[in-house]
Nanobody, 127 residues
Framework: QVQLVESGGGLVQAGGSLRLSCAVS????????MGWFRQAPGKEREFVAA????????YYADSVKGRFTISRDNAKNTVYLQMNSLKPEDTAVYYC????????????????????WGQGTQVTVTS
């Protein structure tokens, strides 16, 4: 059974930074394409960032492009989301997700494409 555990969320002032981590166990981490999503109160879960199995390809939502960076360490079975220049509208529960990637360069941006999900970590940005 594949398990994903997020950490690193918290309370930060606007303009600040946080780094989220997602540790994956129970599978071959390098076989999974990974993604980060977020869900604010009363809103649908939305795509934030994705990374291919190899880590060579990444993709971002327009709302975070240039501020957030997704990365992975296949030796540590962990995917990261570095969040800089945070804004109050970034406040949400952040989830990491995994799916077996068919090709090493594939990444996925839709919630329905992901098989495994973490429990989420809260990020709150104050103005």
């Amino acid at each position: 059974q594949v398990q994903l555990v997020e950490s690193g969320g918290g309370l930060v002032q606007a303009g600040g930074s946080l780094r989220l981590s997602c540790a994956v166990s129970g599978g071959t981490f390098s076989s999974y394409a990974m993604g980060w999503f977020r869900q604010a109160p009363g809103k649908e879960r939305e795509f934030v960032a994705a990374i291919s199995r190899s880590g060579r390809r990444t993709y971002y939502a327009d709302s975070v492009k240039g501020r957030f960076t997704i990365s992975r360490d296949n030796a540590k079975n962990t995917v990261y989301l570095q969040m800089n220049s945070l804004k109050p509208e970034d406040t949400a529960v952040y989830y990491c997700a995994a799916v077996l990637g068919m090709y090493s360069g594939d990444y996925y941006t839709k919630t329905a494409e992901y098989r495994y999900w973490g429990q989420g970590t809260q990020v709150t940005v104050t103005s």
